[in-house]
């Protein structure tokens, strides 16, 4: 079977079993159904096995690849092997065929395409120049059309060479050659082309396995198990630990990185969300993140699990632990503050912190083969620790009563005195208005002076019971004991009705929208806010990797038109435009944002003659007002400033605006102070709140 074109078919099937060489290509071109399975992919005559085998190549004819999959879809290939080995070298003499290769291409407007129990043999070999070639088992590209829904099943890598290739010329006395000098290997390179907006969406890959067999130390054998760029929805998933150890077990990546994200090629756009759950990794580098174009990456329901032989586990991530949340964080108290309970924390770095603790949680500390943890966990302050293993529970600690005392020989018996006519305390109301999140119940709905009340909060589902307020018919706060049980409160009624408020607010767990954010705290004001802006696609956290939305950063003059732009839809537009001003790249993350805005008269450049924009500049209040307000139509109506203390300080251009702004609530006086700050500067964590409460009064 020779140089097998499939195109416009449907609902083909190859399967042969036993057959070793003489297949060269199959090519699958607008196609539908197509099963290839029991097939065997080899080239004969093309490798040496010593130094005296090297032979002159050049007129060498190897073709590449073995399967290419183009414009198709439903295509199936099971139980392959593809034997891949490169043109043999000589005294400076080369094949022509001295070039990056792959076993598999897919490429074009393809869609659900699965890999089943492939093998990938690489045998590759290099002079003594260092020429570096790739050779890739699958090549994903996606860089002339959207590709989708691909997955790989229980596939496998192995690398294989002489180790007479790797010896004085490529490792020196040390073993610190670079990998420069050797042919690189990788099961999967996936790719794209950003600026045109292709690559692919939905990757799942299960069980895969790199084994490197070259006789050279992971550090510099150049072996990558997946490289993936410019993709979304990928979800990378193994069997975990069971497998640590054992060479060429399923789900275990060896070779000198596990899995990279992002591409060093700037063509290479920025992939989407990458989750890694429970991949067990033996390579020099688990996961290698590239800064501007890796991605979100998440950790699934189990943590990746290194090996001792892992010096590093992420390169380009500070990342020292991991909570249970699926979240990397540089410090082990951060990741101890977001676990949720019953969860775990895996210690990926050495660590020396001593963490306090003041919640009521409890938590396995898992720290990783290789790695210490000189530090301690802490009980803060009214809360107490226990220890079992590795496991701490953090507990509240109860307000103690004071034991009642009786004398032991009472030697005289007060009279008690009966009043003439006993007083009797009217019981007053304990008011609990409804609550958003959950439910609120009280021990009684009134109660007299002394009587002791319960509160018990039972929140919603995704919710957390997070605090309570009691306050009397003044206003001033009623002091409260957390109760027995979780959710619950005691308080010593007084001598006037009281209101009880609870506040229950988003528990970060799967469900929050930002829960892999790791700088938006439960619990925060601004929680609520962020999570509205996150589901809406409003606002987003930073795409360098380290999962933060920056909620007390100062926002710019370009997020604020891109959080706008991204209200409106993202309408098309021609983002090139943006280059009308002088400071502005048409190729910046924010170009058709700031054009949109522009064009719609929302924001515009500086009227000082210089042609600027000035997307880095700090937004302040005031020019938040004016962009609302032109939005608004630029009304009359408005409010009088001189209520503020610093009202007079608004701007000209600014105070029709701002007079606006403040009659509609939009913008509010500082508490402490009760000053407008009309050249105070906006957070973002601010701006998703704007956001979030005139969406909801719409």
Known sequence: MENVVVSNKSNLHFKLSGIYGGIETISIEHSDGIDISGLDFSYNGQSANTPDDWVDTSSANVTQPYIVIK???????????????????????????????????????????????????????????????????????????????????????????????????????????????????????????????????????????????????????NVYGLCISNADNVSIQGNGPDYLGITGANGFLGGYVGIQCGSEDSSQGPNGTITIDNVAFDSYIGVKYLQGNGGTLLFGNKVPAFTKHVVTPFDGIAATAIASNGTAYNTLASAV????????????????????????????????????????????????????GNTYT??????????????????????????????????????????????????????????????????????????????????????????????????????????????????????CAAHSLADVEVGAWYHDAVDWAVEN?????????????????????????????KQAGCPEVDGSKVSGYTDCDASAWYAKAVTWATEQGLMTGYDDGSGRFDPDAELTREQLAVVFWRNAGSTSEGADLGKFPDGSETSSWAEDAVEWAVSTGLLKGYDNTGELGPSGDLTRAQMATVMYRRASEE
């Open 71 to 221: 414009d198709s879809s439903n295509v199936t290939v099971s139980y392959c092997g593809f034997d891949l080995c490169e043109s043999v070298f000589m005294d400076g003499i080369t094949g022509k065929d001295e070039s990056d290769k792959s076993a598999v291409l897919v490429e074009g407007n393809s869609s659900n395409i699965t890999f089943n129990l492939c093998t990938f043999i690489i045998t590759p070999m290099n002079d003594a120049t260092g020429v570096q070639h790739w050779w890739t088992g699958i090549t994903v590209d996606g860089t002339s059309a959207y590709i989708s829904n691909l997955t790989l099943d229980t596939c496998t890598l192995d690398y294989e060479s002489p180790e007479w290739t790797f010896e004085d010329e490529h490792v020196s006395d040390d073993g610190t050659a670079t990998k420069s000098a050797l042919t690189g290997a990788r099961l999967l390179n996936v790719q794209g082309n950003h600026s045109d907006g292709y690559g692919v969406n939905g990757l799942t890959v299960k069980l895969a396995s790199v084994s490197n067999f070259s006789g050279i130390p992971d550090r510099v054998c």
């Open 394 to 511: 953090v507990t509240q600690t109860a307000t103690p009563v004071p034991p009642v005392v009786e004398p032991d020989n009472p030697s005289v018996t007060p009279p008690v005195e009966e009043p003439d006519e006993p007083s009797v305390t009217p019981p007053e109301e304990v008011k609990v208005p409804e609550a958003a999140g959950g439910k609120v119940a009280v021990s009684s709905s009134s109660a007299a002076a002394g009587d002791v009340v319960t509160v018990t909060a039972t929140p919603e589902a995704g919710r957390l019971a997070w605090s309570v307020a009691v306050t009397d018919a003044d206003g001033k706060a009623v002091p409260t004991t957390p109760g027995d049980k979780s959710g619950t409160w005691t308080f010593t009624m007084p001598d006037s009705a009281v209101t009880v408020e609870v506040r229950f607010v988003c528990d970060g767990g799967d469900a």
């Open 337 to 388: 503050n977001a676990v949720r309970s019953n969860g775990e924390v895996s210690l990926l770095a050495n660590s020396a912190e001593n963490v306090v603790v003041s919640r009521e949680v409890t938590f396995t500390l898992d720290v990783r083969n290789g790695v210490s943890f000189a530090g301690s966990i802490i009980a803060g302050e009214g809360y107490t620790l226990a220890k079992n």
């Open 537 to 565: 696609g409003v606002m987003t956290g930073y795409d360098d990797g380290s999962h933060r939305f920056g909620p007390d950063d100062t926002l710019t003059r370009a997020q604020l038109a891109s959080v706008l732009y």
